[in-house]
């Protein structure tokens, strides 16, 4: 009872922050956690996607369904904005199944570079079909979300700050359902697959189907997260979702670790705070790829289970701590 | 309309030289080592960026920057082999990663040094053999056909007939094999490494003065030689050699008659129907999956 009142503490308290702090920052650093935002979800619904033991490189381009469906159904439809986030999400998803066919005959590296592949005939489509992708040029002008007033707060989508509640409610919501989702037996499933496969499949898990599940729901909140970026940046291209975009995802996810549900979030907050706090501040933004290449080769080689690790050692330490602590009060 | 099919036939000849060199060099290094280099289109870059500096800037001869971009880029090979495939060689997912990783830094570091922007690279010979009066191979391409075919022939003399080059095939088979045997690994992975990236090096070296040399021309390097080599069946350096002339054959002619982008979709897709009817590639064993 009492952890859960501390939980419950714990929990409104970081509620509390994640409320206050635009307001203690500048426009520009408004807009960036906005992004942050969003990035979140995508490393989140990325670490989903990896459970079942397979890396893609297509998750970027599945992000990118996600932004052109929304993108344009609201833009040639009319389709009410928050109603085709959820359908460009669905799109997305269902694109996923399709390409599941295929990558899913693949296992490893194979995978990965079918992964790879599969995206790159996406882009291309988008390149080459001016009618309705737009060509290279992409999407311009796409609807914003449409202002709304839910009695204490009036909701401005010009300013970043009314977009940040947005985003970190719709990102809360996904990210509460992906952490149900690992807890539940299917979650387990999941796991059991990437560890155990033969193990699993002989005792009459459809290995394949688990895959192409957690591809598919993964998929899915990779294309809200794509539909949110669209409607707040108002512009999108092939090149908003390239090889580039997809190593970042990677960097953020790989250097955070994936196996824990907070790694690849943290990965992904650590990196940002990094990127703008120190490269922009001193002027190194140019050198950004440079030193994300360079930070994925290091945690590669030095940290493979990620920032996660640190994290799990100081706890472990500090509970060692606790423990040596109690055994001396024991023995007096 | 035969002159017509003659030209791009031609055409298709010099794509699959230079293509095929880049995939070769690939498939050496996943062969011995184990690992995709995903930097290899960078590697590739590289090389053409040596042309700019070496012949463009600094007007020595066009056979002078060749070399040096040969050797410059096999040496940085060397470099990737004993910075990360080498500690990672239990971890392949952990070799490719890291390789993504010098990409970006490759690309970061060329952008820096040369800028963004395309470089132009003087032609070197503007003579052309005129077959008829519209089929014209110009000398230079036929020249890197030729340059590709001894390289090539001189790769396959030095893997069947030299003993680095039985102790290369050996730890491709069986490393732990080879080892036993006295093989060094770590020499045979040097020696991959060194010609796999000496190849793309001189690839992107002998193509410079034909194609847009600027920082992010890897890319639809890497995505043809994926297709390449996986087609080919990803250890088999005859597969991938029979298969880069077969995909620069059918690449050039869908870019002829339809679009570029549309030959590329093509690539793809001819790539997934291979990997859906026989997931280990058309002349692959299922041994290194």
């Known amino acids: 009872m009492h952890s859960r009142v501390t939980n419950l503490a714990a929990f409104l308290g970081f509620g509390a922050i994640l409320l206050a702090l635009p307001h203690t920052l500048s426009f520009s650093q408004q807009e960036i956690l906005v992004f942050l935002t969003i990035n979140v979800l995508v490393v989140a619904s990325y670490r989903l996607l990896t459970l079942t033991g397979e890396w893609s490189l297509g998750h970027v381009v599945i992000m990118g369904v996600g932004a052109y469906a929304s993108a344009l159904l609201s833009k040639r439809l009319g389709i009410y904005v928050p109603a085709s986030m959820l359908l460009g999400a669905v799109t997305a998803a269902m694109v996923a199944l399709a390409l599941s066919f295929p990558l899913f005959r693949m296992k490893g590296f194979y995978f990965l570079i079918g992964s790879f592949a599969a995206g790159e005939i996406i882009r291309l489509l988008w390149k080459r079909f001016r009618e309705p992708f737009g060509g290279p040029k992409g999407i311009k002008k796409i609807d914003p979300m449409p202002d709304f007033d839910i009695g204490i707060y009036a909701f401005d989508f010009f300013e970043p700050i009314s977009y940040y509640y947005f985003a970190l409610a719709v990102v809360g919501v996904s990210l509460w359902v992906m952490w149900r989702i690992e807890r539940s037996p299917v979650g387990l499933t999941f796991h059991a697959v990437h560890w155990q496969d033969k193990l699993a499949e002989a005792s009459g898990v459809n290995v394949r189907a688990y895959r192409t599940l957690a591809f598919v729901l993964a998929s899915g909140f990779a294309g809200l997260s794509g539909a949110l970026l669209a409607h707040y940046i108002g512009t999108i291209n092939p090149n908003s979702f390239d090889v580039e975009q997809m190593v970042f995802v990677l960097t953020w996810t790989i250097v955070g670790g994936t196996a824990t549900f907070y790694g690849p979030i943290l990965g992904c907050v650590v990196l940002t705070i990094l990127n703008e706090i120190v490269l922009r501040e001193a002027g190194f933004e140019q050198m950004r790829p440079l030193i994300y290449g360079l930070i994925l080769i290091l945690s590669v080689l030095f940290m493979p289970k990620g920032l996660e690790s640190l994290v799990r050692g100081a706890l472990s330490w500090r509970n060692a701590g606790k423990k040596k602590v109690g055994e001396t009060e024991a023995t007096e | ?289």
């Not at chain 2, 830094?105 to 040094?113: F, P, T, Y």
């Not at chain 2, 490393?175 to 000496?198: D, K, V």
């Not at chain 2, 690539?267 to 290194?288: C, W």
């Open chain 2, 1 to 289: 309309m035969v002159e017509l099919l003659a030209q791009t036939g031609l055409n298709a000849l010099y794509a699959a030289s230079y293509t095929a060199l880049v995939a070769v060099g690939l498939v050496l290094i996943f062969g011995v080592m184990g690992v995709i280099n995903f930097a290899h289109g960078e590697l590739f870059m590289l090389g053409a960026y040596a042309i700019v500096a070496v012949y463009a800037d600094w007007n020595l001869p066009y056979l002078v920057a060749v070399a040096v971009g040969m050797i410059f880029v096999g040496i940085v090979g060397l470099g990737m082999e004993r910075a990360f495939f080498r500690p990672l060689r239990d971890n392949p997912l952990g070799g490719l990663v890291a390789s993504i990783g010098f990409l970006m830094i490759l690309q970061a570091l060329v952008s820096m040094g040369f800028g963004v922007r395309m470089e132009h690279v003087p032609p070197v010979t503007q003579d052309v053999i005129v077959i008829t009066e519209r089929v014209r191979l110009p000398v230079f391409r036929l020249a890197v056909i030729l340059a590709a075919v001894v390289l090539l022939a001189s790769l396959w003399a030095f893997l069947k007939k030299t003993r680095f080059g039985w102790a290369l095939r050996a730890s491709a088979q069986d490393p732990e094999a080879a080892a036993l045997q006295g093989i060094s690994i770590n020499q045979t992975a040097r020696i991959a490494m060194f010609i796999g990236a000496a190849l793309a090096g001189v690839a992107g070296a002998l193509t410079a003065p034909l194609i847009s040399v600027n920082p992010h021309m890897g890319h639809s390097v890497i995505v043809t030689a994926f297709i390449v080599i996986i087609v080919g069946g990803i250890g088999s350096l005859e597969g991938a050699v029979i298969v880069a002339v077969a995909y620069a054959f059918v690449h050039t002619f869908v870019t002829t008659f339809f679009d570029g982008v549309i030959a590329d979709i093509v690539g793809l897709l001819l790539l997934l129907i291979v990997l859906i009817a026989k997931p280990t590639g058309l002349f692959g064993s299922t041994d290194r999956a």
